[in-house]
Structures are given as structure tokens and as C-alpha cells.
């Protein structure tokens, strides 16, 4: 009896160890059982945004320019305004005129403003500014004044010894610089004759800042709350403070300096000798655009970032965005 109950204690004693046994092993395989949770989707990456068009550069020819000089944006207008001097560049024969283009570069009106018609006299104009209601452009030995919006000529501002007169440019309070290259014409020959100058002009006067055949022929003018950037010809670029003090001289790689204007980029100048158009950068200069055999009297469109070019000779304006 005793074996007996031994053998059935030992029986249930091995089940109940079974038992607990197989619990523990559901318990442990329950979490592997389970079905595992889905990782989350990797992010697609952004698609790269789509290049903006590059906006071509517009050459306008055939229109009927003949030498333009120089060219001004209006941002008022919104238009262009292009100098053209017809004949010799210091030669008094009132067939000169400006014209009005569109920014599309399409000829608004050849001849805007025009020597010799409704009371205009205009030589060989260059450089042209604006300042308040009026528009200031550079004649041999006069400033001409006109109405901003009109066209309309107003009483030129005569400047006492002046010979050629070329750049022009306004500071940001109105004050209008210009430029005397100092040059004179022989016949067919145009010879240095030491008279170059930067004046600033107040009202109708004009007041000698800094003169003498040292300035080198002063060409392009660009001017600033303190003062006004020069550009020569032998290839110099230096300052002319209110004061009428000089700062130190940069050498550019070429010369025949013509025209320079201030942008977001820096200085931009344009070179005759380069055959270009150079930006000042803080290694030296680069050219922004090259091939242009006469690029004289640069402007800046703030509003559209464009660089204006006139190339004199080949009777031509290339409006090119930077």
C-alpha cells in the first residue's frame, strides 16, 4: 500500500513539474509569437528645386543708333535712355540725340531728344545722370538739362576752362560729379591738353574737386554718399572724397577705362583696351563679359540686376543680366 501511494505521489508530482514547465516556456515564446511591429517608413528625400531659367542676354541693333555712348536706367519710367553722339566726339554740330528703349530693348523713340529740333541743342553727348525731376548729360564744355519726363530742354550749366566733358553721375542726395577727360580737337586728331578735372556741380555752379593732367585722362564716374569712384585711361581706378582728397590708386589689367558702375556684385568698369567689361572682386579683377570692341559708357538696371553695355562702334546695346 505504502509503494503504491509513493508511486502515485511520484506520478503527480512529475505532471505538476510538467505543467509548470510547459507554462513557463508559453510565457517565454508569447513575445517571439507575437507579430513585430512595422518599421517606419524611411522619408523620401525633397526632389532638388528646378534650375530658374536663365534669362538671355538681348543685343539691340539695327534700330538706328548711331555711337552710342552711354546708356541710363529710369527706374522711375522704367526705360533706357541711350546717348548717341553721330559725328566726332568733340565736334559742335547739334545732330546728337537720346533715345528711349523699353526694358524688352524695343525702341520706344529713337529720338527722344534731339539737337537742333523744339529748341535743343546737343553736340556730342556722354555721360547722363539723374537727380530729382531733371536729367544731366555731359556735352563738350556744357551740362545740358532736360525734364525728366519730357524731354523738354532746361538752361544748360556752363563750365568756366572745361574742354571735354564726359562722365556724370549723382550721389545718393542729388550731388552730381563730372568728369573732364582733358582732351581737345586737331583737326581729325583728339590731343591731351592738361586740362582734366572732377567737378561737383551745386545748383549751376561747378567747383573743381581735383584737376590736372595727373588724374590721367578721368573717364567714368560713380558716385556715393562720401565722394565719387574714377576711372582713367591708362587703367586706374581711384576716389575722389567730397574734400577733393585722393585715395591710393588700383591698376586694372587694361586700359582705356570707360565707364563703371556700382552693384551688388562690386564695380563693374568697362575696358576698351580689354575689349570687356571687368568686376572688381577681392582678388583682382574678372571679366564678366568679353568680345565687345568698344564698350563705352556702362549702366545698371537695379531693378532687373542687368548690366547695361553700349558698344560704340558697332552702333549697338547689349542689355545682359549678372
Not at 523713340?109 to 555721360?127: C, F, N, Q, S, Y
Not at 545740358?144 to 532746361?154: A, S
Not at 560713380?222 to 569712384?229: I, N, R, Y
Not at 582713367?232 to 586700359?255: C, D, H, I, M, Y
Request: net charge neutral; glycine share 12%.
Amino acid at each position: 500500500m505504502r509503494q503504491w501511494m509513493r508511486q502515485v505521489m511520484g506520478l503527480l508530482f512529475r505532471a505538476t513539474a510538467l505543467l509548470v514547465l510547459l507554462g513557463c516556456g508559453q510565457e517565454a515564446a508569447a513575445p517571439a509569437a507575437s507579430a513585430p511591429s512595422e518599421a517606419p517608413a524611411e522619408a523620401k528625400p525633397e526632389p532638388p528645386p528646378e534650375p530658374k531659367p536663365t534669362e538671355p542676354a538681348i543685343t539691340v541693333s539695327g534700330v538706328g543708333f548711331d555711337k552710342p555712348e552711354s546708356v541710363l536706367h529710369d527706374p522711375e519710367a522704367d526705360v533706357y535712355l541711350v546717348s548717341n553722339v553721330i559725328g566726332k566726339a568733340l565736334e559742335k554740330d547739334r545732330k546728337a540725340f537720346i533715345s528711349r528703349l523699353g526694358p524688352d530693348g524695343e525702341v520706344q523713340e529713337l529720338k527722344w531728344i534731339e539737337g537742333g529740333r523744339d529748341g535743343v541743342t546737343l553736340h556730342a553727348p556722354k555721360g547722363m545722370a539723374l537727380s530729382g525731376d531733371a536729367l544731366y548729360v555731359t556735352d563738350i564744355d556744357v551740362v545740358r538739362v532736360f525734364d525728366r519726363k519730357t524731354g523738354k530742354p532746361r538752361k544748360p550749366i556752363a563750365i568756366k576752362d572745361a574742354s571735354s566733358l564726359n562722365g556724370i553721375s549723382a550721389a545718393p542726395d542729388g550731388t552730381l560729379y563730372v568728369s573732364d577727360t582733358g582732351v581737345e580737337q586737331w583737326g581729325p586728331y583728339v590731343e591731351p591738353n592738361g586740362k582734366d578735372a572732377v567737378y561737383r556741380l551745386s545748383g549751376d555752379k561747378a567747383e573743381a574737386l581735383a584737376r590736372g593732367k595727373e588724374l590721367g585722362n578721368p573717364n567714368g564716374l560713380a558716385a556715393d554718399a562720401s565722394g565719387v569712384w574714377v576711372v582713367n585711361k591708362p587703367g586706374e581706378l581711384f576716389r575722389v572724397e567730397q574734400g577733393g582728397s585722393q585715395g591710393a590708386r588700383t591698376k586694372l589689367p587694361k586700359g582705356g577705362l570707360d565707364g563703371v558702375v556700382q552693384t551688388p556684385a562690386g564695380l563693374i568698369i568697362s575696358s576698351w583696351d580689354a575689349k570687356a567689361v571687368l568686376r572688381q572682386t577681392d582678388s583682382g579683377f574678372e571679366t564678366v563679359l568679353g568680345g565687345i570692341a568698344a564698350p563705352a559708357g556702362i549702366g545698371f538696371d537695379a531693378k532687373r540686376g542687368r548690366l547695361l553695355i553700349p558698344n560704340l562702334n558697332q552702333h549697338t546695346l547689349v542689355i545682359r543680366p549678372l
